[in-house]
């Protein structure tokens, strides 16, 4: 579902796209997508693809701690005003946002991304679901232009606090689970990301920030031509 805020004056919806519940929703083929759109009261014509920034996951990150664990950077391109109406940030292709997007303290937009991969044939797959496994991981951008966050944001050398110690990058892979749905903790020095059904060891440490409150704006005709 949408996540609204409003921030420096302006309204952040902020959605995901894809299907988790069938196995062709995450297809190898699929693509889908993260959004960043601005609710502008001043302009009321539907909002074009072309009036979005785009941005995409970009390459690995090597930070030699957890081989289980893989860090991506996003693009940073920049945002225009007056031209760009939000963004849009193309997932890798397979990728899909399986639950509720967030803002966490009007800084972050974050959205839970699965992917599926086979680890039998169609006939075992039959007999026994848990043939089928995956990654689940965070995405955590800037909520402003849907690019990486300048700072870094996830515990990378596994002392619990994301800070200046740890490598930037804005997609946090946890190989060899899949689960759609995560929930935030908030602690002293660090939000921890649990995911459903999984280990403590499985949680991911994130910059500390308060979470944003979303804000109810009315519906209105207008469309949005994604």
């Known amino acids: 579902a949408p996540y609204a805020t409003t921030t420096d004056g302006k309204t952040y919806v902020v959605v ?3 299907q988790y519940l069938n196995e ?3 297809a190898a083929d699929v693509q889908n997508y993260a959004y960043g759109l601005i609710d502008d009261s001043s302009n009321t014509s539907p909002i074009s693809a072309s009036s979005l920034l785009d941005q995409n996951i970009d390459s690995r990150v090597d930070y030699n701690k957890d081989t289980n664990r893989t860090l991506w ?9 007056g031209t760009h109406r939000g963004w849009r940030l193309k997932l890798n292709p397979g990728q899909a946002i399986a639950s509720n997007a967030l803002v966490r303290g009007d800084t972050l937009a974050e959205f839970v991304v699965v992917r599926r ?3 039998g044939s169609e006939a075992a797959k039959k007999t026994n679901p848990c043939m089928i496994s995956g990654s689940t991981g965070i995405l955590s951008v800037d909520l402003k232009n849907g690019g990486e966050y300048e700072k ?7 002392d619990m606090v994301a800070d200046n110690k740890d490598k930037k990058g804005g997609f946090y892979e946890l190989n060899g689970i899949i689960t759609p ?3 935030v903790v908030s602690g002293e020095k660090a939000d921890y990301y649990n995911f459903a ?3 403590s060891k499985d949680s991911f440490a994130v910059r500390n920030f308060k979470r944003g409150q979303p804000v109810f704006i009315r ?8």
Do not use: M, P, W
Not at 73 to 81: D, H, L, V
Not at 152 to 158: I, K, P, Q, R, W
Not at 219 to 226: F, P, T, V
């Open 117 to 119: 991969t086979d680890d």
């Open 197 to 199: 059904g999984q280990e």
């Open 219 to 226: 519906a209105n005709k207008r469309l949005i031509d994604l």
């Open 24 to 26: 062709s929703g995450t």
């Open 181 to 183: 749905s995560a929930a």
């Open 16 to 18: 995901g796209t894809g």
């Open 152 to 158: 870094a944001v996830f515990d990378t050398n596994g």
């Open 73 to 81: 950077s996003i693009t940073k391109n920049a945002f225009i005003e």
